[in-house]
């Protein structure tokens, strides 16, 4: 069965959410899902899933948040031909570069040779309606991306 691997960092719990909606979605299209905490998880567990999903939130005025530095350097080191990726996060448009960690992270993955499976999602603060719709849709395409492949 087709696997995705979800790994968040979340300060306030607006991109754990985010995730959760993400990984409900891709449960409800038949794909096992596993979610897990970005201290909690080698950038090397992407190797083992078909679909690899990054959530992250963007701290303060564009940085990495501390807690998922060292995974996102790792990430780096690795071959990732032939899996599907997608990354979402959450910003607040308060700062100068909203949601800049999402697109970070998407230009790490095209990095590595994964093949962008959806259009990247980016959260202000916490989802809401329009935004679980959004979140909906991406998991469909990072399905439909990987049947395709």
Do not use: R, W
């Amino acid at each position: 069965m087709t696997l995705a691997k979800i790994v968040y960092a979340s300060l306030t719990g607006n991109t754990e959410e985010i995730a959760d909606v993400v990984c409900e979605a891709l449960e409800n299209l038949s794909i096992d899902v596993e979610m897990e905490e970005c201290t909690q998880v080698d950038a090397a567990d992407f190797e083992d899933a078909d679909i690899c999903v990054v959530a992250c939130y963007t701290y303060d005025d564009g940085n990495l948040p501390d807690e998922i530095i060292d995974f996102h350097e790792d990430l780096l080191e690795l071959n990732l031909d032939g899996k599907i990726y997608g990354v979402v996060g959450s910003g607040d448009t308060f700062y100068d570069y909203f949601c800049k960690c999402v697109d970070d992270f998407d230009a790490s993955f095209e990095k590595t040779g994964a093949t962008k499976g959806a259009e990247s999602v980016k959260v202000e603060l916490a989802a809401e309606e329009e935004d679980i719709i959004a979140l909906e849709s991406f998991a469909e395409s990072l399905v439909e991306t990987y049947n395709n492949l």
